[in-house]
């Protein structure tokens, strides 16, 4: 199984920034992409941005060329570096690790962080 853990959340102005950690623990060779989603006040889920083990990645639209998900050298971490914030941006961001479990794809999400953008 595999656990994920984020972090980074908080308050930013408008044209701000903001960067989000997960960290990945158990059996993480399992896994097969990692992704950040966001659920926002209309309680809507979007996928905001997922990484893929060769390091591809894609971008939901509303935050192309404003975010970039990264992740670290112990592939066991997961980043999503938020620039030129808008209020739009609010939300609770969740992180998410798809891993493969005896034959089954299983997704493992943490706990959610909030994320508040003010005008």
């Known amino acids: 199984q595999v656990q994920v853990v984020e972090s980074g959340g908080g308050s930013a102005q408008a044209g701000g920034s903001l960067r989000l950690s997960c960290v990945a623990s158990?059996?993480?060779?399992?896994?097969?992409?990692m992704g950040w989603y966001r659920r926002g006040p209309d309680e809507t889920r979007e996928l905001v941005a997922t990484i893929y083990n060769d390091g591809s990645t894609n971008y939901a639209d509303s935050v192309k060329g404003r975010f970039t998900i990264s992740r670290g050298n112990a592939k066991n971490t997961m980043y999503l570096q938020m620039n030129s914030l808008k209020p739009e941006d609010t939300a609770v961001y969740y992180c998410n690790a798809d891993y493969s479990d005896h034959g089954s794809y299983v997704g493992s999400w943490g706990q959610g962080t909030q994320v508040t953008v003010s005008s």
């Open positions: 158990g059996n993480i060779e399992s896994i097969v992409d």
